[in-house]
């Protein structure tokens, strides 16, 4: 980690504090590391930032109060940043061999929902935050958060699922519950969701098998609206919440459950609707 200054404005003689974290050298998170610094020394404002690692906020801070990030500052945090790592590791395989004992109990259905919520939008490189899984009746197979193992921001997922790393920095990792989502899946013949096969392959992106076959509400709705695309010659995709809307879905049923549980709930609801109308 290095920690950069210089005059913002020159003007104003302020100094700019960029925190840039390496974690091939150390895992240090950016994000964190600036909310490290700014607990310990009062920011006079924040700005975003543009870098190769994604986008960050930056802090400004007084150059008096600069002299207090020394060496010794800097090691303390290296060092409660490694303590608390450490932390989730160790209860991270203390679940995972709790889990293990109880696989023989967790439930399956032969036909499921999934919806995720996630860092991005590229399997293989961005992450699962939220994972859901339901049953047909609407009962909950598997849900949790999860904390992200490669990605630090993700302003622009945050924008649309409102999970702040902050949210999820003390979750455990996806691999602690990997036993368990695969054998859901597995168990599975039929694969149910809105957007299906982004859910699917972010879970393959993170190395799970979906056996079963996918369903995807959404392409089926498109044709039930009946909205013409002249450009790709098909039916226009509609989001989720039109689908839902045309249905008469009741949103206030899942208002203070997580988006992920919300929307996992909405397709179920969605998708029955169809199969009675079919």
């Known amino acids: 980690m290095r920690v950069l200054t210089y005059p913002y404005p020159e003007d104003a003689g302020w100094t700019r504090v960029r925190v840039i974290s390496y974690l091939r050298e150390n895992g240090a998170r950016l994000d ?115 904390r992200p193992l490669h990605n630090e921001v993700w302003l622009d997922a945050e924008d649309v ?24 899946l597995s168990a599975a013949k039929t694969v149910i969701g809105y957007n299906v096969r982004f859910e699917t392959e972010m879970l393959k992106g993170q190395g799970f098998q979906i056996p079963g076959t996918c369903v995807d509400v959404m392409e089926s709705f498109a044709a039930i609206y009946d909205e013409w695309d002249e450009d790709y010659q098909e039916y226009r995709w509609q989001k989720l919440t039109c689908c839902a809307d045309y249905y008469k879905y009741d949103w206030n049923e899942v208002k203070d459950v ?15 609707k169809m199969q009675a109308a079919s």
């Not at 997580?258 to 029955?272: D, F, I, P, Q, S």
């Open 32 to 146: 964190e590391a600036v909310r490290w610094i700014q607990s310990r020394i009062p920011s006079r404002g924040t700005e975003l930032c543009q870098s190769r690692y994604g986008v960050a906020r930056i802090p400004f801070f007084d150059p008096a109060r600069i002299q207090s990030i020394t060496k010794k500052t800097l090691a303390e945090w290296q060092r409660e940043e490694a303590e608390r790592r450490a932390w989730n590791v160790t209860r991270d395989l203390a679940m995972q061999k709790e889990l293990e004992a109880k696989l023989d109990t967790v439930r399956t259905a032969p036909a499921i929902v999934v919806k995720t919520e996630t860092t991005g939008l590229v399997s293989g490189s961005d992450e699962i935050l939220e994972l859901v899984i339901l049953d047909t009746e609407g009962q909950e197979l598997f849900a949790s958060r999860f």
């Open 161 to 184: 699922n409102h999970i702040r790393l902050e949210d999820v920095q003390d979750e455990r990792a996806i691999d602690v519950y990997r036993n368990v989502i695969q054998k859901i």
């Open 258 to 272: 997580h988006r992920a549980m919300a929307y996992a709930k909405a397709t179920l609801y969605c998708w029955k």
